[in-house]
């Protein structure tokens, strides 16, 4: 799977330097959504009655 993805975004002769760069680097991690499954932090999420 790695060698899929760094292929895919350094490309050809990019392999060596994203291997090196840490995984947070030439992976980053999908946007958190917002408003679709993680409720609002300010408030309790309306499925849950409020205590």
């Given at each position: 799977?790695?060698?899929?993805?760094?292929?895919?975004?350094?490309?050809?002769?990019?392999?060596?330097?994203?291997?090196?760069?840490?995984?947070a680097?030439?992976?980053?991690?999908?946007p958190?959504?917002?408003?679709?499954?993680?409720?609002?932090?300010?408030?309790?999420?309306?499925?849950?009655?409020?205590?």
């Amino acid at each position: 799977m790695d060698s899929g993805v760094v292929t895919s975004s350094g490309g050809s002769g990019s392999q060596d330097t994203y291997q090196n760069l840490p995984p947070a680097k030439r992976r980053p991690p999908p946007p958190p959504p917002q408003g679709r499954r993680d409720p609002s932090p300010e408030g309790p999420p309306p499925a849950l009655p409020p205590r």
